[in-house]
């Protein structure tokens, strides 16, 4: 039988992502509406271990919706990793009366909660990361708000792109992933869509694309390049070489995870995070909470884990044909 659930915990972990805090606002909210306490650790695994824990009430995640990053902080911990430090994470739990944490973060972030739940703490993951790389749910938080943001971005720099007559290498981010670069790609209107799972480092096609291109009076060529490949810089000084044309390269970088959530990131964050607080009260351990075919639903940390996810051959194909 299920352990009674008293207190829960929630953190943040790995990359912060826009929405997260609207994720934290609806586990301490639902669970305080479900009868726990909630309490908030900081710094995610590094926190936890420097027992970094405050209560949390419904008031004290007033007037954080809106806002970008995490009210909780995050942080990558390398001690984690080690059965030593899951083992202290758990007794550190245990002191202050924590039976069960919500861990808001990516791939990486879910190894930890696993690891913690085999040390016997009740653990719930909830898909935080831009990178949109989470195999089990077709949305994960934070993805939504960087799109926007890299796009209007985009947007900006092929009208000084055009107004130069220049070729624009614009790097996003993702980590191994291209969703970003994809979904950016087909919505700017890109020429090239450079993606970590389909590209073939054959630079002579893009040349030659952007030759083409120019004798067919374009006068911008916008590539978006995934920095999964990366090398934007000396990409963008072998095209200039062999074209002619003037080619620079800008490199989005963090702008991509702050800013203000949208609207679909905090909403998904709401019913995520309240899903997992959920979960959580009921006693539930091991398990991420996904979406997927317009349902919110949970899985198996192992599973999911185990699940891989690649981009959509026709959504790529489609990207490809509407860029020439
Ligand atoms: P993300 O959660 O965004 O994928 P990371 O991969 O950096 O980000 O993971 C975040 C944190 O999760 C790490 O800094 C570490 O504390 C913890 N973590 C990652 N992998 C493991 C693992 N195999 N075992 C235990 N903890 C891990
Ligand atoms: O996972 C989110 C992400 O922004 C990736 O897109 C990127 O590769 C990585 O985090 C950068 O991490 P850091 O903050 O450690 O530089």
Same mark, same amino acid.
């Given at each position: 039988?299920?352990?009674?659930?008293?207190?829960?915990?929630?953190?943040?972990?790995?990359?912060?992502?826009?929405?997260?805090?609207?994720?934290?606002?609806?586990?301490?909210?639902?669970?305080?509406?479900?009868?726990?306490?909630?309490?908030?650790? &900081?710094? @995610?695994?590094?926190?936890?271990?420097?027992?970094?824990? #405050? =209560? +949390?009430?419904?008031?004290?995640?007033?007037? !954080? *919706?809106?806002?970008?990053?995490?009210?909780?902080?995050?942080?990558?911990?390398?001690?984690?990793?080690?059965?030593?430090?899951?083992?202290?994470?758990?007794?550190?739990?245990?002191?202050?009366?924590?039976?069960?944490?919500?861990?808001?973060?990516?791939?990486?972030?879910?190894?930890?909660?696993?690891?913690?739940? &085999?040390? @016997?703490?009740?653990?719930?993951?909830?898909?935080?990361? #831009? =990178? +949109?790389?989470?195999?089990?749910?077709?949305? !994960? *938080?934070?993805?939504?708000?960087?799109?926007?943001?890299?796009?209007?971005?985009?947007?900006?720099?092929?009208?000084?792109?055009?107004?130069?007559?220049?070729?624009?290498?614009?790097?996003?981010?993702?980590?191994?992933?291209?969703?970003?670069?994809?979904?950016?790609?087909?919505?700017?209107?890109?020429?090239?869509?450079?993606?970590?799972?389909?590209?073939?480092?054959?630079?002579?096609? #893009?040349?030659?694309?952007?030759?083409?291109?120019?004798?067919?009076?374009?006068?911008?060529?916008?590539?978006?390049?995934?920095?999964?490949?990366?090398?934007?810089?000396?990409?963008?000084?072998?095209?200039?070489?062999?074209?002619?044309?003037?080619?620079?390269?800008?490199?989005?970088?963090?702008?991509?995870?702050?800013?203000?959530?949208?609207?679909?990131?905090?909403?998904?964050?709401?019913?995520?995070?309240?899903?997992?607080?959920?979960?959580?009260?009921?006693?539930?351990?091991?398990?991420?909470?996904?979406?997927?075919?317009?349902?919110?639903?949970?899985?198996?940390?192992?599973?999911?884990?185990?699940?891989?996810?690649?981009?959509?051959?026709?959504?790529?194909?489609?990207?490809?044909?509407?860029?020439?």
């Amino acid at each position: 039988m299920a352990r009674e659930i008293k207190t829960i915990g929630v953190l943040t972990s790995g990359g912060d992502a826009p929405g997260m805090n609207a994720a934290i606002r609806a586990v301490v909210r639902k669970g305080i509406a479900n009868g726990v306490k909630v309490k908030g650790i &900081k710094k @995610g695994y590094q926190g936890l271990l420097n027992e970094e824990i #405050i =209560d +949390l009430e419904k008031k004290d995640v007033s007037d !954080t *919706i809106q806002r970008g990053g995490t009210i909780l902080g995050t942080a990558r911990c390398s001690e984690f990793r080690t059965l030593e430090g899951q083992q202290a994470g758990a007794e550190i739990c245990k002191k202050h009366g924590i039976d069960g944490i919500v861990v808001i973060g990516g791939d990486g972030s879910y190894k930890g909660a696993q690891a913690l739940s &085999k040390q @016997g703490i009740n653990t719930i993951g909830v898909p935080g990361t #831009i =990178d +949109l790389d989470i195999a089990c749910t077709e949305y !994960t *938080i934070g993805f939504d708000t960087a799109i926007n943001t890299a796009m209007d971005a985009i947007d900006k720099v092929r009208d000084t792109s055009s107004s130069h007559e220049r070729c624009s290498i614009i790097e996003v981010m993702g980590r191994d992933a291209g969703y970003i670069a994809l979904w950016c790609g087909v919505a700017n209107g890109a020429e090239d869509i450079l993606i970590p799972e389909k590209y073939d480092y054959n630079e002579q096609n #893009i040349i030659n694309n952007i030759i083409n291109n120019r004798k067919r009076g374009k006068t911008h060529h916008i590539i978006i390049n995934a920095e999964g490949i990366g090398h934007s810089t000396s990409m963008a000084r072998r095209i200039e070489a062999a074209t002619g044309i003037e080619t620079r390269a800008t490199i989005l970088g963090y702008m991509q995870r702050g800013g203000n959530p949208t609207c679909k990131d905090r909403f998904y964050a709401s019913i995520m995070g309240a899903y997992a607080a959920d979960i959580l009260c009921e006693g539930k351990t091991n398990r991420v909470v996904g979406y997927q075919h317009g349902e919110f639903l949970d899985f198996d940390i192992d599973e999911a884990l185990a699940m891989k996810k690649d981009i959509s051959e026709y959504q790529y194909e489609v990207s490809r044909i509407l860029s020439m």
